[in-house]
């Protein structure tokens, strides 16, 4: 009898301390779901990050490229695989590489492929050798007035000046060790 007392007083307790946690995880849960108000403030009295000015504005997400090492291979997947519509090769000696943008309806997609012995893209590639994420392209209003703001915040860029790229508009890279491990292209809009 004794041990049916036991029995019942861990088995009535085990049920208390399941009943208290589902009422902690509900009242958890309740509070994710409480409605935030719709107006929010910043301060920037006690914020260490520095936020573009009223000069440039950082603007829309242009393209993510990736680095292939069969441009051929990679253009066939897109086309006729997954039914992407894409543009033919252009090659681009100056950055050294050889470009395809598949084209995906908000954004794009910008397949790189070496060109030439100095091409960036090489040295990537053989890192990496199947391909991969090489660097994120978001649209400036204003690249000039950008360059000179972010070199001010002591964000490197890897050039001293802006190129003409891909899509024939001023782009720079900026250094991915200043812009969380992600190489950053901005082009001007």
Not at 94 to 100: K, M, Q
Not at 119 to 147: R, Y
Request: aromatic share 6%; with cysteine; hydrophobic share 45%.
């Amino acid at each position: 009898m004794a041990r049916m007392w036991k029995v019942a007083a861990v088995a009535a307790a085990a049920a208390a301390a399941a009943a208290a946690a589902a009422e902690g995880a509900a009242g958890f849960f309740s509070r994710l779901q409480t409605p935030v108000s719709k107006v929010r403030t910043f301060s920037t009295s006690q914020s260490s990050l520095q936020v573009a000015g009223p000069v440039w504005n950082l603007g829309r997400l242009n393209h993510i490229a990736v680095a292939v090492p069969d441009l051929e291979k990679a253009k066939a997947f897109y086309k006729n695989i997954l039914g992407a519509q894409i543009s033919e090769v252009v090659p681009l000696p100056e950055h050294g590489v050889s470009v395809v943008f598949v084209n995906l309806g908000n954004t794009k997609m910008e397949l790189l492929h070496p060109l030439g012995n100095d091409s960036p893209i090489a040295g990537f590639l053989q890192k990496n050798k199947a391909g991969g994420m090489h660097h994120i392209c978001i649209e400036v209003d204003d690249i000039n007035a950008a360059v000179m703001d972010l070199k001010e915040k002591n964000i490197r860029s890897l050039s001293e000046e802006t190129k003409i790229g891909a899509h024939g508009k001023p782009v720079i890279f900026l250094h991915p060790k200043d812009c969380g491990g992600i190489l950053v292209e901005l082009e001007q809009a």
